[in-house]
């Protein structure tokens, strides 16, 4: 029983040191300012250009894995006509 005792007191004193050690880490972190406009709507011309910027990003994009992938088709044909005897 007196075991049993002495555990439970271990346990309290390790755990009333850990709320100490997170109570002043705590204390000391200092929380970053958020801006007050930050969850806020978008200016409607700003939505507006990025929308409009947006296919000319996705057409730039396909033009260059377009563009890859016939530069590979042309090495593979190149290797081809190579190993060719």
Do not use: T
């Not at 109570?23 to 972190?29: A, C, E, F, K, T």
């Not at 930050?38 to 200016?43: A, I, R, T, W």
């Not at 894995?65 to 190149?78: N, P, T």
């Amino acid at each position: 029983m007196h075991r049993e005792r002495a555990e439970i007191n271990y346990l309290l004193a390790l755990c009333l040191m850990i709320g100490i050690g997170f109570g002043s880490w705590l204390s000391m972190y200092r929380f970053e300012e958020v801006k007050q406009d930050f969850l806020e709507k978008m200016p409607e011309e700003r939505a507006a250009s990025l929308q409009a910027a947006l296919p000319e990003n996705i057409q730039k994009q396909l033009d260059e894995q377009k563009k890859k992938e016939d530069e590979r088709k042309f090495r593979k044909r190149i290797i081809k006509q190579i190993k060719k005897p």
